[in-house]
C-alpha cells in the first residue's frame, strides 16, 4: 500500500482565481491519477498524470482548466484554474503501484468556490 | 455515463444485520473493485474480484461477480456502526493500453446502532 498526503485539505476560494492541490507519495509509483467528486456524486476521472510529460486528460476535461505537473515519481500537483462555484467538490489523488489494478486514495482536497 | 450502477442507493439497516449491495456495468472488464468513503474523505478499496473469478471473501465482506448478467453484489455480513459508510463499485474495463477504474454512483450505508 502507499500513504498519500494531499495539501491543503480544504480551501474557500473567490470565483476567478486558481488553487494548486498537492499530492505526495511515500514511495515511487506507477500511477497518479486526479478525480474530482462533485457534492453528493461519484468520482470522475480528471486526467491521468505521467512522470515526465504531458498528463492524459479524460473528455470533458483541458488542460488549460487542469494544468498538471509531476515532476517525479513521488508528486503532482493539480491547478484549478479561473474557479467558478460549479468546481466546488473535493478533489481526490490516487495512485497505483506495479499493475493498475488497486488504487489508494489521497484524503482528498475540499474546494468551495464563492 | 456511469459504468457501474450500484442499488439500492441509500440502505439503512439495524447493527447485527447483513447489508447487500448491487452494482450492475455495461461493457467488458478487467477486474470490479469495490471501495469505502467515509464522510467525503478518501477512498479505501475493499476488495477485487477479476472477471475469471465468481466469489471472494474477505473477513466480513463478500463480493461476487456474475460476468454474464455484467452484475456484482457485496454482502457485509454481522454490521457494525463503523460500516456506515458511502460504497462504490468501480469496474477497471478493457480499454486500450492503459486501463482505468470508472466508478459508480455510490450507495450511502446507515448502520443503526
Known amino acids: 500500500s502507499a500513504v498519500i498526503s494531499q495539501k491543503p485539505s480544504r480551501d474557500i476560494c473567490q470565483r476567478g482565481t486558481s488553487l494548486t492541490i498537492q499530492c505526495q507519495v511515500d514511495s515511487q509509483v506507477t500511477m497518479m491519477f486526479w478525480y474530482r467528486q462533485q457534492p453528493g456524486q461519484s468520482l470522475t476521472l480528471i486526467a491521468t498524470a505521467n512522470q515526465g510529460s504531458e498528463a492524459t486528460y479524460e473528455s470533458g476535461f483541458v488542460i488549460d482548466k487542469f494544468p498538471i505537473s509531476r515532476p517525479n515519481l513521488t508528486f503532482s500537483t493539480l491547478t484549478v484554474s479561473n474557479m467558478s462555484p460549479e468546481d466546488s467538490s473535493i478533489y481526490l489523488c490516487s495512485v497505483a503501484m506495479g499493475g493498475i489494478e488497486t488504487q489508494y486514495f489521497g484524503p482528498g482536497t475540499r474546494l468551495l468556490v464563492l | 455515463s456511469q459504468q457501474g450502477e450500484e442499488d439500492p442507493q441509500a440502505l439503512s439497516i439495524q447493527e447485527g444485520e447483513n447489508a447487500t449491495m448491487n452494482c450492475s456495468y455495461k461493457?467488458?472488464?478487467?477486474?470490479l473493485q469495490w471501495y469505502r468513503q467515509n464522510s467525503g474523505r478518501g477512498l479505501v478499496h475493499l476488495i477485487l474480484?477479476?472477471?475469471?473469478?465468481r466469489e471472494k471473501h474477505s473477513g466480513r465482506l463478500r463480493v461476487t461477480l456474475d460476468t454474464s448478467k455484467k452484475s456484482s453484489s457485496l454482502l457485509i455480513t454481522a454490521s457494525r456502526a463503523a460500516d456506515t459508510a458511502s460504497y462504490f463499485c468501480?469496474?477497471?474495463?478493457?480499454?486500450?493500453?492503459?486501463?482505468?477504474?470508472?466508478f459508480g454512483k455510490g450507495i450511502t450505508l446507515s448502520v443503526r446502532p
Open positions: 461493457t467488458s472488464i478487467n477486474n
Open positions: 474480484i477479476r472477471s475469471n473469478e
Open positions: 468501480a469496474t477497471d474495463q478493457i480499454t486500450g493500453a492503459n486501463s482505468k477504474l470508472t
